[in-house]
């Protein structure tokens, strides 16, 4: 019984965390945390999505799934920037200002305070932006440099399934050597 009980009020505190938007740890990959704030912003507007598509326990159960995929895709996002940095690569403001420079131009028409209204918008300031924009190029550059080592020797043509699994293999490779702990 007191077990039971303890599980339905760790629910009630959990949903009362997500519920009141109050920030807190929900993961910590080695040294670095992941807030339930910022698993709020990686799922968008797709909690809301789903409360208009579905209603009851299949509604809950659609939320509880999103946020663990969101939680586990910040989990493996932080996993690669880190190892990253652990080959002691570094990457340049310079990469990081052209590729901001794009954005603006191809998104904003050269506008950067539009930019910069729309990230405010966000919760977020330039300087927040550029190091998010900064981990996503390190992501997608050690991902594909990743699987290109791991498949370039094959002599037939790779299939979309033969990298989607290099890239598991690889993400299961640096969740064993991390120190993960998930706090809901």
């Known amino acids: 019984m007191k077990k039971m009980l303890c599980i339905m009020m760790y629910g009630w505190v959990a949903a009362s965390v997500w519920a009141q938007n109050i920030d807190g740890v929900a993961a910590v990959v080695n040294s670095e945390v992941i807030t339930f704030s910022e698993i709020k912003e990686e799922l968008g507007d797709l909690e809301l999505d789903l409360r208009s598509k579905f209603t009851g326990a299949l509604l809950v159960e659609k939320v509880k799934e999103a946020r663990r995929n969101a939680l586990e895709k910040l ?9 990253f940095h652990k080959k002691g690569y570094f ?24 930019l910069v209204k729309e990230i405010n918008q966000q919760g977020l300031n330039l300087e927040e932006f550029r190091r998010t924009l900064g981990d996503g190029i390190i992501i997608h550059a050690m991902r594909s440099k990743h699987v290109y080592e791991k ?8 299939t979309q399934e033969e990298v989607n699994n290099e890239k598991q293999l690889w ?4 969740r064993g050597e991390a120190y993960i702990k998930f706090h809901f």
Do not use: C, H, P
Request: a positive charge; zero cysteines; hydrophobic letters at 40%.
């Open 91 to 114: 990457l340049s403001d310079k990469v990081i200002d052209e590729r901001l420079n794009r954005i603006i131009e191809q998104k904003y028409s050269g506008n950067l305070s539009s």
């Open 75 to 83: 989990v493996n996002d932080r996993l690669i920037v880190q190892a």
């Open 171 to 174: 993400i299961n490779e640096l």
């Open 151 to 158: 498949i370039r020797a094959r002599t037939k043509e790779v």
